[in-house]
């Protein structure tokens, strides 16, 4: 039997995941306590909303781009991922735009 299998991770890469990981965890805790600075900011609600959704953002696609390993996928994958996004924002605004439709009739 073979001392080496396709599915052993060497150390290296055990190294640079982990040094990855600790460079993603304290990019979270930099945009956790901004996000927090901007609450405290005295802006209008909506400039302080849209800002907070811009970090969020930020920080949810670092999330799933790096531990659920989406930078390194195909494109497929993206497209799919896309497709979800326009779906959801079509489902997202389609009241307001019946409504809008409905008050100009």
Do not use: C
């Not at 896309?82 to 439709?101: D, E, I, M, Y």
């Amino acid at each position: 039997m073979s001392a080496h299998h396709d599915n052993v991770v060497d150390a290296e890469s055990v190294k640079k995941q982990t040094k990855a990981y600790l460079k993603v965890f304290a990019t979270l805790m930099v945009m956790t306590v901004l996000t927090v600075a901007v609450a405290y900011m005295h802006m209008p609600p909506v400039m302080a909303i849209g800002i907070a959704l811009a970090i969020a953002l930020f920080k949810g696609s670092l999330v799933a781009g790096v531990f659920m390993h989406l930078f390194h996928e195909h494109k497929a994958i993206y497209w799919i991922l896309f497709l979800t996004v326009a779906f959801f924002l079509v489902l997202l605004f389609w009241p307001t735009l019946s409504q809008w439709n409905q008050r100009h009739l």
